[in-house]
């Protein structure tokens, strides 16, 4: 037994064998054991009607070119009793959908491909000949279905395959094809699928009475447990009240003890709190003398320092006295006031180049080393413009660097190995320039 009356069924129905723009429709039980209702429909014919499947049991109608299929889906997840109970339902789903060519029982959509559904329908094969077909003209075939869905009830009730409605003689011929498609199931298969769908009834009745008796078991442990806890509360407060007299017996005994112990901790306190206090004035008088004598060495220390740094900067101005002394002579003898490595960085180049230089006279000359006569390049230093210590952080990023700019053959710069060679060659170039 199933429940069709959902009127929604024999309206989209309706629309799918009058050459509506419905083609398709499916049903389905929607949580319930037995009622089957509209799922959906659509205009858009197999590919549609595939994508909308679930993985339940369902119920399909289908208009492909003019013929109609009528298809039971059982998916792979579903149980053994629900597939029997499908195709009993199925039944009575054809006695309603009666205007079908073929019938077919699928559960992958392997099985229901363009070509297997066109197959079923035989269009297009060449077996279609040799089975009765309708002659009439497009209006009539039209007329035919409309008077064949005119006979069916416009608000179904619960249906079954003995009282389903007859197939209309003016269709007969038309849909005799379908009987050779529809699932075969004697009288023994259907019996026995019914009596496995009532005990499974069965099944839940017997269920429902033992939780019914469960649940009446329960209450009455649930009231004896009641009672007993009573009791038990009864019996529970006399101990409370002998446990409360008992607790301040113990309560006065209690305090009795914990003032004496204050009075005794005050005591101790006040002890440590007069060692505490004198520990505290030696801590003081240790952290003063520390800090004082930290304050003299730290006095000692800027004096020595300040000592070495006049002594270094005398003997470095003695140094540069001397170094400007000897290169005033060599100038004026017209010999080479000063020579050695420096690297050398042009302003047409962005590479640094490790050259061997000489200061003689007015001019500076850069060799590949200190063995070649000729030089690879000269700055006339009367055209100097410019001579001081670089910024590292701005124009060339590496220490003990100076920029010589010239008026005619641009700026370079230049570091030398050492802080002391840096300050050597600036004093050269600063007595010449």
């Known amino acids: 037994m199933c429940d069709l009356s959902d009127p929604r069924i024999v309206e989209a129905y309706t629309s799918i064998t009058q050459d509506d723009t419905t083609n398709w429709l499916i049903l389905g039980y929607n949580d319930t054991r037995d009622v089957i209702s509209l799922y959906s429909k659509g205009t858009e014919g197999l590919s549609e009607f595939r994508n909308n499947l679930r993985d339940e049991v369902l119920y399909g109608f289908i208009r492909v070119e003019d013929r109609f299929i009528l298809i039971t ?14 195709l009993v339902h199925s039944r009575s789903v054809a006695a309603l959908l009666k205007l079908h060519h073929a019938q077919l029982t699928a559960s992958t959509l392997n099985d229901l491909t363009d070509t297997n559904i066109r197959t079923r329908l035989k269009l297009g094969d060449t077996t279609a000949s040799q089975i009765p077909r309708r002659s009439s ?34 269709s007969q011929d038309e849909f005799v094809e379908a009987s050779e498609d529809l699932p075969t199931m004697d009288d023994g298969e259907e019996k026995r699928l019914a009596a496995v769908a009532a005990q499974e009834e069965d099944n839940k009745k017997r269920a429902a009475e ?65 060692q505490q206090a004198q520990l505290q004035a030696a801590q003081q008088q240790e952290a003063k003398r520390i800090a004082a004598e930290k304050e003299a060495a730290a006095r000692r220390f800027e004096q020595e320092q300040s ?14 006295k001397a170094l400007q002394q000897r290169l005033m002579e060599a100038e004026k003898n017209k010999d080479v006031i000063l020579s050695g490595f420096v690297s050398v960085q042009p302003q047409t180049s962005p590479f640094w ?81």
């Open 210 to 274: 033992e939780q019914r008796l469960a649940a009446q078991a329960q209450a009455q442990a649930q009231a004896q447990a009641q009672a007993q806890a009573q009791a038990q509360a009864q019996a529970q407060a006399q101990a409370q009240a002998q446990a409360q007299a008992q607790a301040q017996a113990q309560a006065q005994q209690q305090a009795q003890a914990q003032a004496q112990a204050q009075q005794q901790a005050q005591r101790q306190a006040q002890a440590q709190a007069q």
């Open 307 to 320: 000592q070495r740094e006049q002594a270094e900067a005398q003997r470095q101005q003695e140094e540069k």
């Open 137 to 170: 003209s497009v209006s009539q075939k039209r007329a035919s279905r409309r008077q064949s869905a005119s006979q069916l009830p416009t608000s179904p009730t619960t249906t079954t395959n003995a009282d389903a409605p007859a197939m209309p003689s003016a």
């Open 73 to 86: 889906w059982v998916s792979e997840q579903v149980s053994g009793v629900r597939r029997a109970r499908a």
């Open 353 to 433: 180049r490790r050259r061997y230089f000489t200061i003689k006279g007015k001019s500076m000359c850069f060799y590949r080393d200190e063995l070649q006569v000729k030089p690879i390049s000269m700055l006339d230093l009367s055209r100097v413009t410019r001579l001081n210590s670089a910024n590292v952080d701005i124009e060339t990023f590496v220490p003990n660097a100076f920029v010589l700019e010239t008026q005619g053959d641009g700026s370079y710069q230049l570091f030398a190995d050492d802080k002391k060679d840096l300050q050597t060659i600036l004093t050269a170039l600063q007595t010449v320039i």
